[in-house]
């Protein structure tokens, strides 16, 4: 049985673009979606901005202080969730959005969220 926690999202940063990223070192914590951890699929369509802004989908915990986000006309907001990004569920498994479907992150990541980190 799936467990209804938070899945954390952490955006791959402007200065790693086009690059092979690394975890964490490249990424900044955008959010937290409360849904189960099958439901990866259904946290990425909620931090894309598709019918509003994603960081106001009901289920979302922006993370307004992170670089990530910027202002525009008084405004705070961010990219949508895409290829490179990170998703950490809560039982510890790291995987990242590929072009098509999601990769598990190696041990090295996962030590990284052993350090308090995540």
């Not at 006309?73 to 950490?88: C, H, I, L, P, Q």
Request: with cysteine.
């Amino acid at each position: 049985m799936d467990r209804f926690v938070s899945i954390a999202v952490y955006h791959q940063t402007r200065d790693s673009f086009g690059s092979n990223p690394n975890f964490p070192e490249d990424f900044h914590h955008v959010a937290d979606v409360e849904v189960e951890d099958r439901e990866i699929e259904r946290a990425f369509d909620l931090t894309n901005s598709i019918f509003g802004k994603w960081w106001e989908n009901e289920g979302v915990s922006p993370n307004f202080d992170s670089p990530a986000f910027f202002e525009i006309d008084g405004e705070k907001g961010a990219r949508s969730t895409s290829v490179n990004d990170v998703f950490v569920l809560s039982s510890g498994k790291i995987l990242r959005c590929m072009g098509s479907g999601w990769k598990w992150l190696p041990d090295e990541a996962h030590a990284w969220l052993d350090g308090g980190h995540g």
